[in-house]
């Protein structure tokens, strides 16, 4: 199933290509080709399962990674299709009318990263979330422990313990006990 | 939903169906819209159990994620550890190091685990319909595999068994045993549920036609699973892209026709059937040796930089985790693909104007929705 990556390579150009198992492919595109690919791969390749679509926060590269997997179900190979977009300017082109369903991972995508899908039917209608109003809570910068600290602190009067402080002060510096011990 | 539109359904009669409702498949809702008896429009709503179980494992070890992730799907949550260990075994390099015991048990484990979430659903099918007495021996049957379950792992529900390079334990003594003893038991007591169930003409004249769905969606909607396997079509992902220990078990891919909800409901009753054969043969299969690789320090453990997707077949279809790591001893994203989230949200939506409203529940348990895993 090389040939495929081979053939997305002259027609639409890639970054790189990896075949992670026989039935795992990879490959990278600019992020302006991603629906002339997706429209390709589903119209003139067996590629016709949208089987998933994610984000990756790479934050030290001020980047987004979006991630579609597309399935041939009868060859059962797997394709996926990775690209980066500017995380200052988080949007995408939708590809809900490719595949209804995108309609909710792209939901979800902007409520937990802030990429925008211009023109997906339920972009800034929560998903999860309800009167939300910090930064999307995937991101990488988003801090769980302030966010808790800050919105449900703790009852008056209980007792807090650091949990390596306790651990070494019952079982030593070590902090775990050998067959010996 | 858009402002249109929801201008447009605010002149029909609108019914919060769950979050707090016994004909609901867990934490969720539906909001519907009616005209008379019938369903006009849908909208599944979650949230209702969000405890960011995606965001969590970004901030523990890899050991430290299996108590989160067996959460995610809570009735069936072998399929979510052995998808996550599977899935950073590939990218340490682990993978070709798991044993041969280690492998055959884990196929045990997802098969013990297939079977008590059928037998669960296959009771939640009528028990929508209103009717008590069979998911209660159901039920009951179910916990017959808990009990091996309990004894295996400890745990009757979440198990925490599967692990990165193998298994936690061996079986203990006499296990094989025991567990043919609970099949035969299960075996005996299934032809009292056929009759309740297959032979019911209540369940039978709720069921044959309803809830048909088209097979042109199953692509179009990348569906998978019972609902797939209820139209006539083959796909199992144990079959498909084989893994563990299926490869070399003797079975063929359950289907039937008719796509409508007691097609779906007969085919979870033959996998019970297919799963009670697969758990023996495993059994009898199952050879000496190591249960788990040698592991590294789980404190220390860094996994080099990469991505994968890994894929088991979940008793509700297709479950998926997407997997990336940066080098470091956490994970950078972890991304469960679960067949509800499509079942559930787009299918269901789908599905549900022209439906009866007394239709919507057996319709939901036909696709066996699963919220915690709608909201990861």
């Known amino acids: ?181 | 939903m858009t402002t249109t539109e929801t201008a447009e359904l605010r002149r029909r009669v609108q019914l919060w169906f769950g979050p707090q409702h016994p004909g609901i498949t867990g934490n969720m809702s539906v909001q519907a819209w009616l005209e008379g008896d019938t369903l006009t429009a849908g909208v599944t709503h979650v949230g209702y159990l969000h405890r960011g179980f995606e965001k969590l494992m970004e901030r523990r070890r890899y050991i430290q994620s299996f108590p989160i992730v067996c959460r995610i799907c809570v009735p069936e949550p072998d399929t979510n550890e052995y998808l996550l260990a599977a899935g950073l075994d590939e990218l340490s390099g682990l993978a070709a190091e798991v044993p041969e015991r280690g492998r055959w048990i884990r196929t045990l484990v997802l098969e013990m685990s297939r079977l008590q979430m059928n037998l669960m659903t296959l009771g939640g099918h009528i028990g929508a319909m209103a009717m008590g007495a069979a998911p209660n021996w159901l039920i009951a049957m179910r916990d017959f595999v808990l009990d091996r379950f309990e004894e295996l792992t400890g745990g009757r529900i979440y198990h925490m068994f599967i692990t990165y390079g193998g298994v936690r334990r061996d079986l203990p003594e006499g296990f094989a045993e025991r567990m043919e003893a609970d099949l035969e038991a299960i075996e005996e007591k299934l032809p009292l549920v056929d009759n309740v169930i297959f032979d019911s003409s209540v369940f039978r004249k709720r069921a044959i036609g309803v809830g048909v769905v088209p097979e042109e969606w199953v692509d179009e909607m990348s569906l998978s699973g019972p609902i797939v396997r209820a139209m006539g079509i083959p796909r199992d992902v144990r079959k498909d892209f084989p893994y563990e220990k299926y490869p070399e078990l003797d079975f063929e891919v359950v289907t039937t026709t008719g796509s409508d909800i007691y097609a779906r409901a007969w085919v979870r009753r033959q996998e019970i059937a297919q799963s009670i054969d697969l758990i023996r043969q495993i059994l009898r299969k199952m050879p000496e040796g190591p249960y788990c690789a040698k592991l590294p320090n789980m404190l220390t453990w860094t996994i080099p930089p990469g991505q994968t997707y890994v894929r088991a077949e979940a008793t509700r279809g297709e479950m998926g985790y997407y997997v990336v790591t940066d080098g470091s001893d956490k994970v950078r994203r972890v991304h469960v693909r679960a067949p509800s989230y499509v079942h559930g949200v787009a299918l269901l939506e789908r599905m549900i104007p022209g439906t009866n409203i007394a239709d919507l529940a057996p319709l939901m348990v036909s696709f066996q929705v699963c919220p915690p895993e709608m909201e990861r």
């Not at chain 1, 490719?98 to 309609?103: D, E, G, I, N, Y």
């Not at chain 1, 930064?135 to 009067?157: C, E, K, L, Q, W």
């Open chain 1, 1 to 181: 199933m090389m040939h495929i990556l081979d053939e997305i390579r002259e027609r639409f150009g890639a970054e790189w290509q990896n075949e992670q198992r026989p039935d795992l492919l990879q490959i990278g595109v600019q992020a302006k080709t991603i629906v002339p690919l997706l429209t390709w791969l589903k119209a003139h390749t067996p590629f016709v399962q949208l089987t998933h679509l994610s984000a990756v926060d790479w934050i030290e590269d001020g980047e987004f990674q979006l991630t579609y997997l597309l399935t041939d179900p009868k060859a059962h190979v797997s394709l996926m299709v990775c690209t980066r977009i500017d995380r200052e300017q988080a949007e995408a082109e939708s590809i809900h009318a490719l595949w209804p369903q995108a309609v909710t991972y792209e939901q979800e995508i902007n409520e937990m990263f802030g990429i925008h899908f211009p023109g997906s039917p339920r972009q800034g209608v929560p998903f999860i979330l309800e009167g939300w109003n910090d930064i999307p809570p995937m991101r990488r910068d988003f801090d769980t422990v302030a966010y808790m600290n800050s919105h449900h602190p703790s009852r008056p009067g209980r007792e807090h313990t650091d949990p390596r402080a306790y651990i070494g002060k019952v079982f030593g510096e070590r902090g775990y006990l050998h067959d010996d011990d």
